[in-house]
């Protein structure tokens, strides 16, 4: 006899029922994403899911082409079980990250390994039509020269250096990107069928040394970059801490004079980055050369006609006092703001990234010293400060591993996962 409620009873069953099943695939596939390969009983020790439900789910997920059995491996007393392998293969995707005076291009796999890669100068100021259609017709090139490109396009990501509202993809009013504020990127890429994520560069950057950099094994990592600007990208417990607007770790604007002779880009007076970031440097050294401070700048800018933050690094090698002195006001500068970030937020690991770090120790140097100096003792005792060591890659290693995340995160896998891919039969548009 049915009582009151039935329906809605069985319904709920079946959508736990649908959910468990969810998370059990899940679970299955991040591990052997992330482990490389591993066999079933394996997956039952390290899951906590039954043998029976492990076997359906890896089951499955052979059926989806997400999986693929090997070799036999090790046994543990009765039969070899065989090794499981993800498919990095099954799919490919493209990442660009936009820099403002650069642009990286990436192929990448499933995993997030970049295949192909190409860097060249550009103009993040020429606008979103121009800085997409480089963007694209790099895309192809990095798909011809990428050793056998896998499977179909899966995804897309893109890193810009501004603000972006993750959710939707939007960059929102980006102080040195003029025409890109809430330019639509995702639609811009619509052709290609495959969900589109963009996040800020910054961020990009910091995953991707978390992933496949000197952050990998630390949940709680600070990563700031200093190339033509200053901003940080912030790791929370192993996650990406993107805030409640997506702008968490904009330092660079923080007021470090109010000297109101320091105008930054976004009209504010005594932002960091307009004394520290890599244009000051440039325009510091500049002026130093100007007014005879440097013989070194003076002749370098009559050869060359402007100069940057890379020149004033070759100057401190080469010991000019005040491409010296430049740097290490810079790294004072830099130092204090991270004395404070890091006095707030505990991170284990400091890394600093951008054009301008990897020109030189100087900078580092002075950033590393006015850190432990002027941090409280005990976020400073186990706290690390290093250099990037993914340099130029960082940003599409970052971005690479944003697509990964989000392509097989639960609520997005739903979405593809009966129809194989992510563009089968261009179901799935960008999410939303
Ligand atoms: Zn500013």
Redesign the pocket.
Known sequence: MRTPGYTGRVARRASLAAEDRLTGLVTVLDFVRTHGSTTRPRLVQATGLSRAVVTQRVAELLDYGLLVEGELGPSTGGRAPRLLRFRADAGHLLVADLGATSVDVALADLSGQILAHVQEPCDISAGPEAVLDRVEELFVRSLVSGETPPGSLWGIGIGVPGPVEFESGLPVAP?IMPGWDRYAVRERFARYHVPVWVDNDVNVMALGERRAGIARGHDNVVFIKIGTGIGAGIIVNGTLHRGAQGCAGDV??MQVTDDPAVV???G?VG?L??LAGGAALGRDAETAARNGRSRFLAELLEVKGSLTAADVARGATHGDPTCVELLTNAGRLVGHMLASVVNFFNPSLVVIGGGVAGAGDQLLATIRETVYRRSLPLATRELVVKRSVLGDRAGVVGAAAIVTDELFRPSHLTQWLGVGTPNGGHVVAAPH
């Open positions: 102080p660079g604007h930054c880009r976004c504010n932002c980055e307009a």
